[in-house]
Nanobody, 126 residues
Framework: QVQLVESGGGWVQPGVSLRLSCAAS????????LGWFRQAPGKEREFVAA????????TYSDSVKGRFAVSRDNAKNTLYLQMNSLKPEDTAVYSC???????????????????WGQGTQVTVSS
């Protein structure tokens, strides 16, 4: 059974940084593509970032490119999202996601992913 648990969210002021973590309970973690999505109140779920099993392929949404960095530690079964220069429009619930099968392509649509964490709230406000 796959379990994804996010942590690291909170309330921060604009311009500061925050790092999110996603701990995965899954066999062969290192073979899975992983992604981050976010959902703000009243809006649809939005792609943030994703990376391949070995981290060799990484993609970001235009809204976070240059400010956010996704990474993974396969030895710790953990996915990270380093968020810098946070803006109020980054306020959302952030969730990590994993596709149904290993060695999947790096997808940017929610339908590319089967397993989801419960999410962690990030609020950026002065």
């Amino acid at each position: 059974q796959v379990q994804l648990v996010e942590s690291g969210g909170g309330w921060v002021q604009p311009g500061v940084s925050l790092r999110l973590s996603c701990a995965a309970s899954v066999r062969a973690f290192s073979t899975y593509t992983l992604g981050w999505f976010r959902q703000a109140p009243g809006k649809e779920r939005e792609f943030v970032a994703a990376l391949s099993s070995n981290g060799g392929t990484i993609t970001y949404s235009d809204s976070v490119k240059g400010r956010f960095a996704v990474s993974r530690d396969n030895a710790k079964n953990t996915l990270y999202l380093q968020m810098n220069s946070l803006k109020p429009e980054d306020t959302a619930v952030y969730s990590c996601a994993m596709p149904a099968y290993p060695w999947s392509r790096v997808g940017t649509a929610p339908s590319d992913y089967k397993y989801w964490g419960q999410g962690t709230q990030v609020t950026v406000s002065s």
